[in-house]
């Protein structure tokens, strides 16, 4: 090695090889194509090696970028740990913290920001709206609201509420159809990216029979085709309930999944003092809509 190689010269390193490509790494590291491009070639010619081979389709750590890859993952730890530890020091009601949820969730928490606003002027909210589950160890964000049975071992959390399921119609769809089976409806289902959700569970377990006219890959839009009329959709209370075009069935048999809502952060940051008044004021707001999340809500349409 002919010069020393710094941590951002590694995080680059690491970036490339977790994405497989340089505008994969691009975008993680939130620079530009040639930025990485030139840094790469830079580092290579620094120490002398080759650390990645260049195909069409991406980039392949040789053995020198593995081992350098390695060391950088272990030294991101390392980082990463250090940064909660001293932010969970942090004993200020303020500074941005970084809130994750999913697409269904987020108006739900965006209507109680203006309060928390209120409550906690020095405190500002940086959303991200994603179906993938943030990584919180890497501080990809500080609090994730998820609907999940059971959140990763990794974490500490506030179980607001329970999470009911309904099967739910278009008024048009339900008026044209009278059948009592319900593996004789139409159903509109969900692609892969949601194969591992409680609703794609359920769907595999109870309509192996049934008729999938269309697949989608969000409950929004699973919602808007069941307002459409295209079939039946089995959906979160939450998201079928507030929905005018929807009614909702109850069926004795079979039962439908049940999930959870969790306020979730890493274990090092819950007593940082942001993190902790955010996550309070959560709980608070989110306990409040209990009955819309278990599916209680007063004058919610049933058939």
């Known amino acids: 090695m ?55 389709d991406g980039y392949a750590p040789t053995p020198a970028g593995e081992t350098a890859a390695a060391s950088a993952a272990r030294l991101e730890d390392e980082v990463l740990a250090l940064e909660r530890k001293l932010s ?28 928390m606003r209120a409550a906690h002027p020095g405190i500002d909210a940086e959303i ?17 609201i998820r609907p999940t049975p059971a959140p990763s071992e990794l974490l500490v959390g506030r179980r607001v509420a329970e999470i009911a ?7 048009a769809y339900l008026g044209r159809r ?60 939450y998201v079928g309930d507030l929905a ?9 048999t079979p039962a439908e999944p049940r999930s959870a809502l969790w306020l979730l952060t890493h274990d090092d940051l819950k007593r940082t003092a942001r993190i902790r008044a955010t996550l309070d004021f959560l709980a608070k707001a989110l306990t409040a809509e209990r009955a819309l999340f278990e599916g209680k809500r007063a004058g919610a349409a049933r058939r």
């Open 128 to 144: 991200t709206i994603s179906n993938t589950m943030a990584n919180l160890t890497r501080r990809e964000a500080e609090i994730a």
């Open 2 to 56: 002919h010069s020393p190689v710094d941590w951002n010269d590694l995080r680059l390193v690491l970036a490339v090889a977790r994405e497989g490509s340089l505008s994969g790494a691009a975008r993680s590291l939130r620079v530009t194509h040639s930025t990485v491009f030139r840094r790469l070639g830079a580092i290579e010619a620094a120490i002398g090696t080759r650390l990645f081979e260049r195909f069409r």
């Open 244 to 252: 005018p075009g929807l009614r909702r069935l109850t069926p004795k």
């Open 165 to 171: 399921h309904a099967i739910y119609g278009s008024r």
């Open 88 to 115: 969970g020091q942090d004993l200020r009601p303020s500074g941005a913290v970084r809130i994750t949820t999913t697409d269904t969730l987020g108006a739900i928490l965006i209507r109680h920001l203006p309060a």
């Open 178 to 237: 009278s059948d009592t089976e319900l593996s004789a409806h139409d159903w509109i289902g969900l692609d892969d990216t949601l194969a591992g959700t409680v609703i794609a569970g359920w769907m595999r377990e109870n309509l192996r029979a049934a008729r999938i006219t269309c697949r989608v890959d969000a409950l929004p839009a699973l919602r808007d085709a069941a307002v459409a009329g295209l079939g039946l959709a089995l959906l979160p209370c």
